[in-house]
């Protein structure tokens, strides 16, 4: 079995606890990292990372464009569906390949899923799988049916077929843009049942979470946590910190299980940020110059991205560079001031005081 989860740098940390129980409940399983930055540095290496591969060097394609459209909240989902196309060519000898975000924890070993996927191709959990919390059936009608904190495939020609489908949607759809219909990579998945032999995995100790704190039914004996009844596999710690407390005080107040079971993980997630890597800017987030990236110029970029292929990597330009041709922001005084200098700077360079004087007088003229 293959676990991965995907990352930028500031979620080390949070993948340093999930590898480490993986190793823990599920020891013959390979655990890969993929990391969506520009190089790896020494805080990406950790004993139970079996390798740590950049989104850009599993790519096909050119990545600088692909990203550059993409936020950081966007940008770990993006690149899964190439992800998994690239686990399949690199691991043939491997049947079993499973997603999970890197805010879980394993809690015990996924004995149901590995039966399972013999002869399941895909298999996936709803966020939900009790009615009762309107808010959160709500929240799955928006933000997708289907968590996708968790996916696992085998080696299927269904399964080969359904990742071929979604990595090609999410190459080209993968945006936190609910009113027109998209939540990143996972609402796309409302529609692999179908399109696809798609197995929904009810069992109450896969992906407990948030929404599903109302009613919880946890409960730990002899050292073993179960959820209604249910060994408890792992738990997608989603919103951790205000929201998962905020959550829990609404849903739950007297549940001194899940207390916990939050209050373990709590401990666990900040000592392993004890180095502050939760801090890490983004490396994607800036242009070559360590201009940060404006995400109205990401959103612009990526709705002219044919028109503005022709400049090539756009993380060598500006922001001020796009705007002027898309139009997206106000220029400011500094900016014009900016513009006029560098241009009175450049025809000095190739033409000197008389190069400058003739580019002023055709502004002149076009006036």
Same mark, same amino acid.
């Given at each position: &079995? !293959?676990?991965?989860?995907?990352?930028?740098?500031?979620? %080390?940390?949070?993948?340093?606890? %999930?590898?480490?129980? !993986?190793?823990?409940?599920?020891?013959?399983a !390979?655990?890969?990292?993929? &990391?969506?930055?520009?190089?790896l540095?020494d805080? &990406?290496?950790?004993?139970?990372?079996?390798? #740590?591969?950049?989104?850009?060097?599993?790519?096909?394609?050119?990545?600088?464009?692909?990203?550059?459209?993409?936020?950081?909240? =966007?940008?770990?989902?993006? !690149?899964?569906?190439? +992800?998994?196309?690239?686990?399949?060519?690199?691991?043939?000898? =491997?049947?079993?390949? #499973?997603?999970?975000?890197?805010?879980?924890? #394993?809690?015990?070993? +996924?004995? =149901?899923?590995?039966?399972?996927?013999?002869?399941?191709?895909?298999?996936?959990c709803?966020?939900?799988?009790d009615?009762?919390?309107?808010?959160?059936?709500?929240?799955?009608?928006a933000?997708?049916?289907? $968590?996708?904190?968790? %996916?696992a495939? $085998?080696?299927?020609?269904?399964?080969?077929?359904?990742?071929?489908?979604w990595?090609?949607?999410?190459?080209?759809y993968?945006?936190?843009?609910? @009113?027109h219909?998209?939540?990143?990579?996972?609402?796309?998945?409302?529609?692999? @049942?179908?399109?696809?032999?798609?197995?929904?995995?009810?069992?109450?100790g896969?992906?407990?979470?948030?929404?599903?704190?109302?009613?919880?039914?946890?409960?730990?004996?002899?050292?073993?946590?179960?959820?209604?009844?249910?060994?408890?596999?792992?738990?997608?710690?989603?919103?951790?910190?205000?929201?998962? =407390?905020?959550?829990?005080?609404?849903?739950?107040?007297?549940? %001194?299980?899940?207390?916990?079971?939050?209050?373990?993980?709590?401990?666990?997630?900040?000592?392993?940020?004890?180095?502050?890597?939760?801090?890490?800017?983004?490396?994607?987030?800036?242009?070559?110059?360590?201009?940060?990236?404006?995400?109205?110029?990401?959103?612009?970029?990526?709705?002219?991205?044919?028109? &503005?292929? #022709?400049?090539?990597?756009p +993380?060598?330009?500006?922001?001020?560079? +796009?705007n002027?041709?898309?139009?997206?922001?106000p220029?400011?005084?500094?900016?014009?001031?900016?513009?006029?200098? $560098?241009g009175?700077?450049?025809?000095?360079?190739?033409?000197?005081?008389?190069?400058?004087?003739?580019?002023?007088?055709?502004?002149l003229?076009?006036?």
């Open positions: &079995m !293959v676990v991965f989860t995907s990352i930028c740098a500031n979620y %080390l940390h949070k993948a340093r606890v %999930l590898a480490r129980s !993986v190793k823990k409940y599920i020891p013959d !390979v655990f890969i990292v993929c &990391m969506t930055e520009r190089g540095t805080s &990406m290496r950790d004993d139970a990372f079996d390798s #740590v591969v950049l989104s850009k060097d599993m790519w096909e394609g050119d990545f600088d464009a692909y990203i550059f459209k993409h936020a950081i909240v =966007e940008a770990s989902t993006a !690149v899964k569906g190439q +992800f998994f196309r690239w686990l399949y060519r690199t691991y043939p000898a =491997e049947q079993q390949f #499973v997603y999970l975000d890197p805010d879980c924890r #394993v809690y015990s070993d +996924f004995s =149901e899923l590995r039966e399972l996927l013999v002869t399941k191709p895909i298999v996936v709803p966020h939900l799988v009615p009762g919390n309107v808010q959160m059936e709500i929240s799955s009608m933000h997708g049916v289907y $968590n996708l904190g968790f %996916l495939v $085998n080696r299927s020609k269904e399964a080969r077929a359904m990742i071929e489908w990595a090609q949607r999410l190459s080209q993968c945006y936190d843009d609910i @009113p219909g998209i939540f990143t990579d996972q609402k796309w998945i409302d529609l692999a @049942p179908c399109f696809f032999d798609v197995y929904i995995l009810k069992h109450h896969y992906d407990f979470a948030t929404w599903r704190m109302m009613d919880a039914g946890l409960a730990k004996e002899g050292g073993v946590w179960t959820v209604k009844g249910q060994p408890l596999r792992f738990v997608h710690f989603s919103g951790y910190g205000a929201t998962i =407390e905020h959550c829990m005080q609404e849903w739950a107040p007297d549940d %001194l299980f899940l207390k916990d079971l939050y209050g373990a993980y709590r401990e666990e997630h900040e000592a392993a940020d004890a180095d502050y890597v939760s801090q890490t800017p983004w490396s994607y987030g800036c242009y070559a110059s360590g201009e940060a990236v404006r995400t109205d110029i990401r959103q612009a970029w990526r709705e002219h991205k044919d028109e &503005m292929a #022709v400049f090539g990597n +993380f060598q330009y500006s922001n001020l560079f +796009f002027l041709r898309l139009h997206v922001y220029v400011t005084i500094r900016e014009r001031s900016s513009i006029l200098w $560098n009175c700077r450049s025809a000095l360079r190739a033409g000197g005081v008389g190069g400058l004087m003739r580019k002023a007088r055709q502004k003229l076009r006036k």
